[in-house]
Nanobody, 121 residues
């Protein structure tokens, strides 16, 4: 079974930086899309950034120029470097993988359990 485990969340002051990591484990052959979503209290989950296996990226307008997504395909790991953090970035950040091929079969979508990022003003 494929699992995603996030790390790197925490408390940071406005203007600070954090780096999130997400490792996919299991008998993985390939992962097409990997990305980060976030959900703030009382709000719907939203896409923050995504990256394909080839390195093409997509960002929410609210984080462009501040966040950078990257991945290490050999380690099945995706990162989110978050700079110039704002209080409105406070949310639970979830790792997401789409179109995962594993030895036991194909997974359309897999989610991590989430990591809390809190930005104080």
């Amino acid at each position: 079974q494929v699992q995603l485990v996030e790390s790197g969340g925490g408390l940071v002051q406005a203007g600070g930086s954090l780096r999130l990591s997400c490792v996919a484990s299991g008998r993985i052959l390939s992962i097409n899309f990997m990305g980060w979503y976030r959900q703030a209290p009382g709000k719907e989950r939203e896409l923050v950034a995504a990256i394909t296996g080839g390195g093409s990226t997509n960002y929410a307008d609210s984080v462009k120029g501040r966040f950078t997504i990257s991945r290490d395909n050999g380690k099945n790991t995706v990162y989110l470097q978050m700079n110039s953090l704002k209080p409105e970035d406070t949310a639970v950040y979830y790792c997401n993988a789409k179109d995962v091929r594993a030895r036991e079969g194909r997974y359309r979508e897999v989610w991590g359990q989430g990591t809390l990022v809190t930005v104080s003003s």
